[in-house]
T-cell receptor, first 117, second 111 residues
Framework: EAGVAQSPRYKIIEKRQSVAFWCNPISGHATLYWYQQILGQGPKLLIQFQNNGVVDDSQLPKDRFSAERLKGVDSTLKIQPAKLEDSAVYLC???????????????FGSGTRLTVV | SQQGEEDPQALSIQEGENATMNCSYKTSINNLQWYRQNSGRGLVHLILIRSNEREKHSGRLRVTLDTSKKSSSLLITASRAADTASYFCATDAPGTYKYIFGTGTRLKVLA
């Protein structure tokens, strides 16, 4: 099966500019996650979607970050305006519905490496 | 905040030796997973262990879970240079349906 697709792979922008990342999850995966990974740290959850609804966005800096999941499939994550501290790798992951209780694992995309200068 | 912490932060061993990494977490969990991340790449799922399981194996990987101590260990036997990567544990608390990642162990296997 095809993996989780993310684009672009790399992005360099100046501070105060805007940027958008795209993710296409594995077909049939109901749950989609965006994580931010700063160099040398573990991934930090930004937002979780179940189909096209937001389940958890408590860690999303809503004054500058926004995300949507169109028709419960593709998702975009936007930053506007960007700050220097947003430099990180943005990872998208998808999974089967975790509420089944069967034990679920993530499939991650390759990530988008964002550098804000 | 991150749920888990891996120990050690960095580990360097010779090819053929065994590598052991530990993960400690703070709250009760449903599942615990281990992931590998090669430099500049996405994370790859290695093993999932449920809270009612104590040990699981996959090839050269062995994972143990001690819920009374809130800790897990990942053992890689007969390590290879290709095992050089960062290893993360991730846990999900009951009812949350999301994984929180630890800080990672950077493993370097010397040929």
């Amino acid at each position: 099966e095809a993996g989780v697709a993310q684009s672009p792979r790399y992005k360099i922008i100046e501070k105060r500019q805007s940027v958008a990342f795209w993710c296409n999850p594995i077909s049939g995966h109901a749950t989609l996650y965006w994580y931010q990974q700063i160099l040398g740290q573990g991934p930090k959850l930004l937002i979780q979607f179940q189909n096209n609804g937001v389940v958890d966005d408590s860690q999303l800096p809503k004054d500058r970050f926004s995300a949507e999941r169109l028709k419960g499939v593709d998702s975009t994550l936007k930053i506007q305006p960007a700050k220097l501290e947003d430099s990180a790798v943005y990872l998208c992951a998808s999974s089967l519905d975790p509420r089944t209780g069967l034990g679920y694992g993530y499939t991650f995309g390759s990530g988008t490496r964002l550098t804000v200068v | 905040s991150q749920q888990g912490e891996e120990d050690p932060q960095a580990l360097s061993i010779q090819e053929g030796e065994n590598a052991t990494m530990n993960c400690s977490y703070k709250t009760s969990i449903n599942n615990l997973q281990w992931y590998r991340q090669n430099s500049g790449r996405g994370l790859v799922h290695l093993i999932l262990i449920r809270s009612n399981e104590r040990e699981k194996h996959s090839g050269r990987l062995r994972v143990t879970l001690d819920t009374s101590k809130k800790s897990s260990s990942l053992l890689i036997t007969a390590s290879r240079a290709a095992d050089t990567a960062s290893y993360f544990c991730a846990t999900d608390a009951p009812g949350t349906y999301k994984y929180i990642f630890g800080t990672g162990t950077r493993l370097k296997v010397l040929a």
